[in-house]
């Protein structure tokens, strides 16, 4: 990791993984100081103590804040291998617990997020699978709503609406039915509705534009409680500015998946100054 990457951590974090505070099963231990970290923003230590805690919440959340840095911190050639850690601390976790909900939503995401890299089928459905099987453990977990929310729309957006319905029954409408449900359980959720609107924006820009919008101007008013809010506000502000602007460039750049965004909205001059990493 890059020394420098410990400066900015404090205000970042990453839209996909679930809350740290959704962990389940918590004694006190180092998962107590690695959650703390977590919701610090500081996720390089947060990784490596919840590993050193050794329990399947420790597990999960190391894996967690490893996801955190891979989407939001890495450079591209830095990705997979992060990825491919997280998938090793998820395996840890589900063979201490198989049943833990946490553990099966991070490797979902780690499986989507080296998908999209890799343009893997198998990892799109392993991801579905892990998903599904959340879903029966929690059904009441909005997270796991999220992340199912979350899978229809990269798929379509992958590959398209005919074909991702075809082979992998991936349809926008169940996307959008399962954010509905992920934002009923959790209505104040920040990261939750701007991983909504990131979906959204990806799929069907112009025909949810009033979607978007409201969910935008919503979730710009909303009150943080971690760094993982702050940072949801501050690049919900910047799509709002890009959108009104009509700035296709930087509204793509504030959606693509292979770029350190969080060091590279600190350092732009067009983000909103209001939030900075003290």
């Known amino acids: 990791m890059r020394a420098s990457r410990q400066i900015f951590l404090l205000c970042f974090c990453l839209f996909w993984s679930s809350p740290a505070k959704a962990q389940e099963n918590t004694t006190p231990s180092d998962f107590d100081a690695a959650l703390k970290l977590y919701q610090m923003g500081d996720y390089d230590e947060a990784a490596r103590v919840g590993a050193v805690d050794k329990t399947a919440d420790g597990l999960a959340l190391a894996a967690q804040a490893t996801l955190v840095i891979a989407r939001y911190y890495a450079e591209p050639d830095e990705q997979i291998g992060l990825i491919e850690h997280a998938l090793e601390l998820t395996e840890y976790a589900l063979n201490l617990d198989p049943d833990h909900v946490a553990a099966h939503i991070h490797r979902a995401i780690a499986l989507g997020f080296r998908g999209r890299i890799e343009g893997s089928s198998r990892d799109a459905r392993d991801s579905k699978k892990l998903i599904d099987h959340a879903l029966t453990l929690a059904p009441e977990n909005s997270w796991v709503w999220a992340a199912l929310g979350g899978w229809h729309g990269e798929v379509v957006r992958k590959a398209g609406s005919f074909f991702g319905s075809i082979i992998f029954g991936a349809k926008f409408k169940k996307g959008k039915q ?77 959606l693509e998946d292979q770029q350190p965004l969080g060091l590279l909205l600190d350092h732009d001059p067009e983000s909103n100054g209001e939030i900075d990493s003290e």
């Open 178 to 254: 399962a954010f509905a449900q992920a934002m009923e359980l959790a209505p104040d959720s920040i990261a939750i509705r701007t991983a909504y609107v990131r979906m959204l924006l990806k799929v069907r820009p112009r025909r949810e534009h009033g979607e978007i919008i409201a969910q935008l101007d919503l979730v710009t008013t909303m009150e943080p409680e971690d760094a993982f809010d702050i940072f949801m506000i501050r690049l919900a502000d910047a799509m709002m500015q890009a959108i009104k602007k009509n700035d296709k460039d930087r509204l793509g750049f504030l």
